[in-house]
């Protein structure tokens, strides 16, 4: 549970924006007023909070969340996202920026287990239904010792994900491909 | 994996039909948004239908967002509107100035005897309040948003909710004055 807050002129100040110095006298004087009754919600809030934890309904096994959980999953099946359409080097043949950021994240999995890492996210930049851009985004995972550094296991990636590239949509692909570690994950003992 | 995965980066994979990614956006902030939305709504019972109709709005409205706001901001915003909608539809004639029931936030056994009637006044003040000053009060003293990100949730400017929030605390204190410690 929290506790208080204290309604300071540094802390109002921070909200006050464009306030004159009149007007923000004016929040702060209802602010320090209802402190009190601020912190009496927060209380009244942290005790419902414990009610709905105690909840088995809202739990992450429970059957309220369970069920909004099957009941979003059919309503958003029903409702598939349209892809952009790449070039491809082929004329007639396109490809869906969906699909093809699919398949760099389905390609990349194991070529990044294999050095510690996860494929967070594969983002593609279209310009003029061209592919212009792959950024890659990685998780590195654990903090053992490494072989190479991120800098050398990111490149190796990128290197994996041209060839993809090449092999998808074909060689005239002059997309720029970056890798950015954005986080690391530590599993604990 | 996915369970790791900021916000941001999840509604990205979202954005692209990443099911399973928003599955996870669902897992996450479901409890939190229920709770928000049955402090503001007077019924209980429709809350869960408010946050899938939140949820449905959000898989729908992903392609679009531009990621200017925090995603939980975006999808408070979205609960916002829904809960308003739900308020209409409820009361068709009225201009949501009033929510004539208690909302469903109870206190605990051991605590309910000691601030029974300063939580019933407690409750019957901040469930007179209009919708967008009770979504502000709650917003900002609870779930301590700042006021840009408040001003976002409610589809206003800040000096609206800061306008918002020196009315209801002045309303407050002086109708909780008795209860005042």
Known sequence: ????????????????????????????????????????????????????????????????????????????????????????????????????????????????????????????????????????HLIGIGADERDRTYIQDGDALRADAAHVLREAIGDDSSAEITAVWDDLVVVGP | MLDSLPDETLARRAQRGDSAAFDVLVVRHAPALLKFVRQTYPESSDCDDIVQETFIAAWKALPTFAFRSKFRTWLYSLASRKTIDALRRRRPQNDLDSVPEAIDVRPGPGQRAEHAAFLAALHRELDSLPYPARAAWWLREVYDLPLAEIATVLHTTEGSVRGLLQRTRKRLATTLEEFRP
Do not use: C, N
């Open chain 1, 1 to 136: 549970m929290r506790t208080a807050r204290l309604y300071s002129g540094s802390h109002v100040g921070k909200t006050g924006g464009h306030m004159s110095t009149a007007a923000e006298d004016d929040y702060e004087a209802t602010a320090e007023s209802a402190a009190w009754i601020a912190a009496a919600t927060r209380r009244f809030a942290g005790l419902a909070e414990a009610d709905s934890d105690a909840d088995p309904r809202w739990a992450e096994t429970g059957s309220a969340l369970s069920q909004l959980r099957s009941g979003i999953a059919q309503r958003i099946s029903a409702l598939p996202r349209q892809g952009t359409l790449i070039r491809t080097a082929r004329p007639g043949i396109k490809v869906s920026h969906v699909a093809l950021a699919k398949l760099l994240t389905s390609a990349l999995a194991e070529p990044a287990a294999s050095v510690a890492a996860a494929v967070a996210d594969v983002q593609l930049t279209i310009t003029d239904r061209a592919l212009s851009a792959v950024h890659i």
